[in-house]
């Protein structure tokens, strides 16, 4: 048994309908809330909202956003007379996110409640922005999600980039009195200035695993290294067992690769700008490292990221089975999620990080896990020097347990590399390769393996 929960990380309360320049929809999802994680124990869906991180390219300057074009949700339901706004019903757009109904509140199919803009607003002029660099973050009246855009233009739907909660941190790079610019994954984005302030939410600094139950957890920008993202606008997203004897112990399962774009992003290998000591998809002295890789693929054709995906919806089954509480970090094929992102919310959110993956050679060589390679000046890095021993022996663990599966081990078992994941990581934390391009992964073989891993985690938790 198990249930999975779909809220936002940052609070342990749902938020009302998302909102910006007086816009509010009444169907739109529920946000990511203040700093925290959920306690709301109803399932429901939610949209992932955002820590956003980096500042924009030299040159942007005094710019402003395209020009406002006449829409039909500008002109309908107008009432100028002092500057009031009136209410109207639109529908919501095919585009947007539809919201589990909580028991009382209005029916599926009801259309969306939007505040229409004025006059005086449908015809402002062009927005200049003053360059800044700071950190704002958002708020609402009633605790609705807000939108950020592509462009300044509440009139178009399509420009939806997302939607944030409040509480959210954004990266503040353009000033304007309407419209503030941030920086949305290394792009502009554009959120009305009505929804966002300088004060740091009385919240940011809660622990991040304060609530009982939660379920989408996003990354939040105050967390240690959550800086050096640049991929970051996804989620992970918690399960609690419901076993008669639940451990209390979160296990955070990465099925590795699968982010759209991710191999075409670079973020630095350590967190002190070293470089790498080890070889591997990114070579010895870089240090820059794509993001996050694209994988191999089978030589039957099938991509590893389709693979780790399975193992991890298997793996993910057996453990909470087991007793142990389960972060997914991702659960689709593609998740907005960097290596570093997905290391910092394993940090702040579980108890150890398994890393699954497939080797690149074709010889059917067996399972072993990415050892902390013996280099003084690496293992001498912080959060390497504090936390190197604890990863070697999970990854010793988990290669006992997939051994006493009958699962085929490579040489030792182990083989030392300098990875993104390991040089960020704070609790135990391995990338496990559970063959090559060359092994069988049937269901059955992965059933195998999953059964191997819990073995593994229960010998290292002593469970």
């Known amino acids: 048994m198990k249930r999975k929960i779909r809220e936002s990380s940052a609070a342990c309360k749902s938020s009302a309908a998302p909102t910006d320049r007086m816009e509010r929809n009444g169907t739109e999802r529920n946000g990511m809330a203040r700093n925290g994680m959920a306690r709301n124990k109803r399932r429901v869906n939610g949209l992932a ?8 390219a030299a040159g942007m300057g005094l710019t402003g956003c395209e020009n406002y074009a006449p829409s039909s949700e500008m002109k309908a339901g107008i009432q100028s007379e002092g500057g009031e706004v009136s209410w109207g019903q639109e529908s919501p757009s095919a585009g947007e996110p539809s919201v589990a109904r909580e028991e009382g509140s209005a029916d599926k199919g009801s259309k969306a409640e939007t505040i229409k803009l004025d006059t005086e607003r449908t015809t402002a002029p062009m927005p200049q922005f003053e360059d800044v660099s700071d950190t704002v973050y958002v708020k609402s009246s009633d605790g609705g999600s807000v939108r950020i855009r592509s462009a300044c233009d509440t009139g178009d739907d399509s420009n939806i980039l997302t939607y944030a909660s409040p509480g ?31 004060q740091v939410p009385e919240t940011t600094a809660a622990p991040p695993r304060a609530c009982v139950d939660s379920g989408e957890i996003t990354l939040n920008p105050s967390w240690k290294y959550a800086e050096f993202s640049k991929i970051y606008s996804g989620a992970a997203v918690l399960y609690r067992s419901e076993a008669a004897s639940p451990k209390g112990i979160t296990v955070c399962v990465n099925a590795g690769h699968g982010t759209k774009g991710g191999a075409s992003v670079k973020t630095l290998c350590h967190p002190d700008g070293t470089p790498k000591v080890t070889g591997g998809t990114t070579g010895a002295g870089a240090t820059l490292a794509a993001a996050v890789s694209g994988g191999m693929t089978f030589a039957d054709g099938t991509a590893e990221s389709k693979v780790t995906l399975s193992m991890a919806k298997i793996l993910k089954d057996k453990l909470l089975a087991a007793g ?13 999620l960097d290596n570093i992102a997905r290391t910092v919310i394993a940090n702040n959110a579980s108890d150890c990080h398994i890393a699954l993956h497939w080797d690149s050679t074709t010889n059917n060589k067996g399972a072993f896990y990415m ?46 590399m300098d990875l993104t994941q390991t040089s960020f990581s704070t609790v135990p934390s391995v990338d496990i390769e559970l063959g090559d391009k060359a092994s069988d992964h049937s269901a059955a073989t992965l059933t195998t393996l999953a059964d191997g891993l819990v073995a593994g985690v229960n010998q290292y938790f002593g469970q």
């Open 371 to 416: 050892s902390v390679p013996n280099v003084e000046s690496y293992r001498n890095m912080e959060p390497v020097k504090s936390h190197w021993q604890q990863h070697n022996a999970l990854g010793e663990s988990l290669v006992a347990g997939l051994k006493g599966a009958g699962v085929k081990i490579f040489s030792g078992g182990s083989m030392a």
């Open 168 to 198: 959210t941190g954004l990266k503040r790079t353009g000033k304007g009195e309407q419209w503030t610019r941030i920086d949305y994954n290394g792009t502009p984005g554009y959120i009305s200035s009505g929804y966002i302030t300088t």
């Open 49 to 56: 909202a955002i820590g956003l991180a980096g500042i924009m």
């Open 324 to 336: 142990y509480d389960v972060l997914m970090i991702r659960e689709s094929d593609d998740v907005q």
